[in-house]
């Protein structure tokens, strides 16, 4: 083996990592390549059968991988919903990686581990009674809560299918067309069905109708199915829509259905005292998951689902008991004296892994950096960009706002009179792989009631109000050009 002795290795080895990351974060780029030939020579090869050594790969990973990154931290991406972590979080999860690679066992990373999950509760306003468990993103955190939900309608009929399976009545999830892709896969994983998944139609602003959503229930009902969930978005990934939360989780609870609320990306917006009202209802949720590698700017890869009581999720995910995970362990918490006397809160039997790392941490020290005011601020700052983008599209000749933003998603496109819908959503989408490709501004598209809309979404903590006017400029005048080469 070729490692050597590791003293002074993290020092010496990160330090020139550190210094590159450094680089890359004037977000220049002068060694991007965007080359998979220069790649596969530089980076790929055949399987080596001998090994380089470390200063090999940390030569790689300095002068090759990192300027070659992605442009999701660069302050003029505002593409999906994603973004670059910033430097308090990323420095614990490094320091966990080495430090407490598990997130079970007594250590102080374990600790955290559930502080956090409090802290983020109050944050999100969720109160005390909402218990959590991290997984790897919004994806399995809905599909957490879900199983919950599954495991919560099936008890009521008398069948246990954390245990035993479905064998009962046809299930129903209820949610909008608005709602995020991962309801249906958490349906289909779920042995519930991608196709029990009905979408109630929506509001003029993209919100699920609660009318709409009590007469398929009742029709349901009728009809000898088992509702198993409502599925509100507190922030949709389109628009950022939030559903009326009071209505729906009426609905539900009338209903005796659990009620589930997507906040991967949006909860944190009730920190926004403008839009805080929206969230009222909230408290009637029976699961409510969010992506702090969203809006809270942690490295890809944390999610939290919190629910009512996690007993629920122990008898809807447990894997049962294992020999190779009690033995050691003393079960008396009064008497633990060391970090192997016992596993901690069973987190491994609250959702689908056993192994991960302890993603708690990130959370904490985020929050410990910026406190609420400090969130609070930045949260303001990038509904602010929305409203920016919104208000500018309104205001110019040749720019139209398509929605009202209610968090930081502005939709907007760029317009001329003389042309048809369909010529109209065509044009947009070159301007927008035009702004992509020739300028620093990364925006991504939806579609807003048939209409191409360009579409920056704003949780990047490096985005100024330049970059927000230098996008709007920069489509003003891509859409400029792409109509004067078509005019004769
Ligand atoms: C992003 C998103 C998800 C999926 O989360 P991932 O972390 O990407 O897996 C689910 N729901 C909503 C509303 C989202 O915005």
Redesign the pocket.
Known sequence: MTTGPETGAFTRHLGRIAAALDRFVEFEHPDALVNADVWREQLGGPLPTAGAGIDAVIADLADVLIPNGSRISDPGFSGF?TTGPTTAPTAAALASAIAAPQRYMMSAFNFVEETSLLWLAELAGLGPHMKGVYVS???VA?LVALGAARQHAYEAVGIDPGADGLNGPSPVIYTSSEA?H?VQRAAGVLGLGRSAVRFVPIDERQRMRPDALEEMMAADRTAGLLPVAVVA?A???NTGAIDPLVALGEIARSHGVWFHV?G??GLLGRLDGRVADRYAGLELADSVIV?P??WLAAPVGV?AAFVRDRAILHRAFTQGPAEYLEGSFVADDDDIQNSMDSMGIPYGDFAVELSAPARGVQVWAIIRELGVSGIRDSIVHDNDLARRVTAAARAHPRLEALTEPELSIACFRYRSADRSPDGLNDLNERILRRLVRETAFAPSSTVVERSFAIRPCYINRRTTIADVDGMIEAVVQLGDDESARESP
Do not use: E, L, P
Request: hydrophobic letters at 20%; zero cysteines.
């Open positions: 919903i993103g919004g994806s809905n995020h991962t978005a922030g949709t990934t997507d991967a990306y992506d590698h969203k999610a």
